[in-house]
Protein backbone atom coordinates (compact mmCIF):
# COMPACT_ATOMS: atom_id res chain seq x y z
CA UNK A 1 0.00 0.00 0.00
CA UNK A 2 1.25 3.56 -1.01
CA UNK A 3 2.41 5.18 2.40
CA UNK A 4 2.69 8.46 0.36
CA UNK A 5 -0.06 10.22 -1.49
CA UNK A 6 2.47 12.11 -3.75
CA UNK A 7 -0.46 14.71 -4.21
CA UNK A 8 2.13 17.22 -4.00
CA UNK A 9 4.06 16.42 -6.78
CA UNK A 10 1.97 17.64 -9.23
CA UNK A 11 4.29 20.10 -9.49
CA UNK A 12 4.27 21.69 -13.42
CA UNK A 13 1.34 24.32 -14.12
CA UNK A 14 3.21 25.61 -16.82
CA UNK A 15 5.77 23.45 -17.84
CA UNK A 16 5.33 20.83 -20.41
CA UNK A 17 7.11 17.62 -19.13
CA UNK A 18 9.72 16.23 -20.91
CA UNK A 19 8.31 12.53 -21.91
CA UNK A 20 5.58 14.33 -24.32
CA UNK A 21 8.60 15.89 -26.64
CA UNK A 22 10.18 12.27 -26.78
CA UNK A 23 7.41 9.74 -28.01
CA UNK A 24 6.81 9.97 -31.62
CA UNK A 25 3.08 10.46 -31.21
CA UNK A 26 0.32 9.21 -34.18
CA UNK A 27 -2.23 11.70 -34.93
CA UNK A 28 -5.87 10.07 -34.19
CA UNK A 29 -4.62 8.17 -31.25
CA UNK A 30 -5.89 8.93 -27.54
CA UNK A 31 -3.36 7.98 -24.76
CA UNK A 32 -3.96 7.68 -20.90
CA UNK A 33 -1.72 10.18 -19.00
CA UNK A 34 -1.70 8.24 -15.50
CA UNK A 35 -0.66 10.20 -12.41
CA UNK A 36 -1.07 13.33 -14.51
CA UNK A 37 -1.45 15.59 -12.11
CA UNK A 38 -3.77 18.42 -11.82
CA UNK A 39 -2.78 20.75 -14.98
CA UNK A 40 -4.02 19.76 -18.55
CA UNK A 41 -0.10 21.23 -20.03
CA UNK A 42 0.05 18.00 -21.89
CA UNK A 43 -3.82 17.14 -22.98
CA UNK A 44 -3.74 20.66 -24.64
CA UNK A 45 -0.18 20.42 -26.39
CA UNK A 46 -0.91 16.82 -27.30
CA UNK A 47 -4.53 18.12 -28.85
CA UNK A 48 -2.82 21.25 -30.92
CA UNK A 49 0.58 19.95 -31.59
CA UNK A 50 -0.31 16.04 -32.53
CA UNK A 51 -3.25 15.58 -32.69
CA UNK A 52 -3.73 13.63 -30.28
CA UNK A 53 -6.46 13.29 -27.37
CA UNK A 54 -5.12 12.98 -23.88
CA UNK A 55 -7.01 11.72 -20.75
CA UNK A 56 -5.60 12.37 -17.26
CA UNK A 57 -6.10 9.78 -14.75
CA UNK A 58 -4.92 11.15 -11.09
CA UNK A 59 -6.45 9.36 -8.04
CA UNK A 60 -4.45 12.27 -5.69
CA UNK A 61 -5.43 15.55 -8.00
CA UNK A 62 -8.83 14.69 -10.14
CA UNK A 63 -12.28 14.07 -8.37
CA UNK A 64 -13.47 10.32 -8.53
CA UNK A 65 -15.77 11.25 -11.58
CA UNK A 66 -13.45 12.20 -13.41
CA UNK A 67 -11.27 9.30 -12.86
CA UNK A 68 -14.11 7.07 -13.78
CA UNK A 69 -14.85 9.43 -16.64
CA UNK A 70 -11.55 8.60 -18.31
CA UNK A 71 -11.18 5.04 -17.40
CA UNK A 72 -14.63 4.95 -19.63
CA UNK A 73 -12.36 5.50 -22.24
CA UNK A 74 -10.02 2.45 -22.52
CA UNK A 75 -9.00 1.22 -23.77
CA UNK A 76 -6.02 3.37 -24.82
CA UNK A 77 -3.32 3.64 -27.93
CA UNK A 78 -0.66 4.60 -25.64
CA UNK A 79 -0.37 5.13 -21.65
CA UNK A 80 2.33 7.82 -20.53
CA UNK A 81 3.67 7.56 -16.98
CA UNK A 82 5.53 10.66 -16.25
CA UNK A 83 7.26 11.12 -12.72
CA UNK A 84 5.42 8.47 -11.19
CA UNK A 85 6.61 5.33 -10.48
CA UNK A 86 9.70 7.15 -8.23
CA UNK A 87 7.08 8.92 -5.97
CA UNK A 88 5.87 5.61 -4.76
CA UNK A 89 7.62 4.03 -2.13
CA UNK A 90 5.67 0.37 -2.19
CA UNK A 91 7.40 -2.50 -4.62
CA UNK A 92 3.60 -3.85 -5.29
CA UNK A 93 1.98 -0.47 -5.52
CA UNK A 94 4.15 0.38 -8.52
CA UNK A 95 3.79 -3.56 -9.60
CA UNK A 96 -0.28 -3.43 -9.46
CA UNK A 97 -0.30 0.02 -11.42
CA UNK A 98 1.66 -1.43 -14.19
CA UNK A 99 -0.02 -4.31 -14.84
CA UNK A 100 -3.50 -1.91 -14.64
CA UNK A 101 -1.84 0.46 -16.85
CA UNK A 102 -1.34 -2.92 -19.04
CA UNK A 103 -4.88 -3.68 -18.82
CA UNK A 104 -5.38 -0.11 -19.88
CA UNK A 105 -3.43 -0.94 -23.35
CA UNK A 106 -4.85 -1.78 -26.42
CA UNK A 107 -3.03 -4.64 -28.07
CA UNK A 108 0.04 -4.06 -29.19
CA UNK A 109 -0.31 -0.51 -27.23
CA UNK A 110 2.58 1.15 -26.02
CA UNK A 111 3.47 2.61 -22.13
CA UNK A 112 6.18 5.43 -22.06
CA UNK A 113 7.50 5.42 -18.83
CA UNK A 114 9.89 8.50 -17.38
CA UNK A 115 11.37 9.19 -14.04
CA UNK A 116 12.78 11.56 -11.76
CA UNK A 117 16.22 9.99 -10.69
CA UNK A 118 16.95 12.91 -8.43
CA UNK A 119 20.64 11.89 -6.80
CA UNK A 120 20.48 8.49 -8.15
CA UNK A 121 21.66 7.39 -4.91
CA UNK A 122 18.26 4.73 -4.53
CA UNK A 123 17.99 6.17 -0.88
CA UNK A 124 14.17 7.17 -0.73
CA UNK A 125 14.18 10.84 0.72
CA UNK A 126 11.04 11.25 2.50
CA UNK A 127 9.09 14.15 3.21
CA UNK A 128 6.81 13.30 6.05
CA UNK A 129 5.49 17.23 6.55
CA UNK A 130 4.95 16.85 3.12
CA UNK A 131 3.58 13.27 2.76
CA UNK A 132 5.87 12.54 -0.06
CA UNK A 133 8.75 10.69 -1.00
CA UNK A 134 11.16 10.49 -3.78
CA UNK A 135 13.19 7.22 -4.50
CA UNK A 136 16.20 8.60 -5.87
CA UNK A 137 16.70 5.83 -8.25
CA UNK A 138 18.22 5.94 -12.28
CA UNK A 139 15.63 4.75 -14.57
CA UNK A 140 17.21 1.47 -15.36
CA UNK A 141 16.50 0.37 -11.66
CA UNK A 142 13.08 0.06 -12.81
CA UNK A 143 13.37 -1.95 -15.84
CA UNK A 144 13.13 -5.05 -14.20
CA UNK A 145 9.60 -4.28 -12.25
CA UNK A 146 8.30 -3.40 -16.05
CA UNK A 147 9.68 -6.58 -17.33
CA UNK A 148 7.45 -8.76 -14.42
CA UNK A 149 4.47 -6.90 -15.79
CA UNK A 150 4.98 -6.70 -19.79
CA UNK A 151 7.51 -9.50 -20.24
CA UNK A 152 10.39 -9.32 -22.54
CA UNK A 153 8.41 -6.43 -24.39
CA UNK A 154 10.52 -3.70 -22.52
CA UNK A 155 13.69 -1.56 -23.87
CA UNK A 156 14.88 1.64 -22.54
CA UNK A 157 15.03 4.60 -25.64
CA UNK A 158 15.66 8.13 -25.57
CA UNK A 159 15.67 8.33 -21.54
CA UNK A 160 12.14 6.23 -21.21
CA UNK A 161 11.12 2.97 -20.89
CA UNK A 162 9.05 1.67 -23.63
CA UNK A 163 6.88 -1.29 -23.03
CA UNK A 164 4.45 -2.68 -25.23
CA UNK A 165 1.62 -5.06 -24.84
Known amino acids: MQ ?10 SSKLPSIFRK ?11 YGGGMYDIATNWLEDHKGVRNYIYDPFNRTEEHNQE ?12 SNVLNVIDDDDTRYQLLKRCKR ?12 YEGDKSGIIKVNEKRNSCQLNRPLWQYVEEVVDVFGVNVQIKNGMIIAWS
Open 70 to 81: VLSKAPFDTITL
Open 3 to 12: KYSSAITSIN
Open 104 to 115: LLKPCGLIYISV
Open 23 to 33: VDWVSGTKNLD
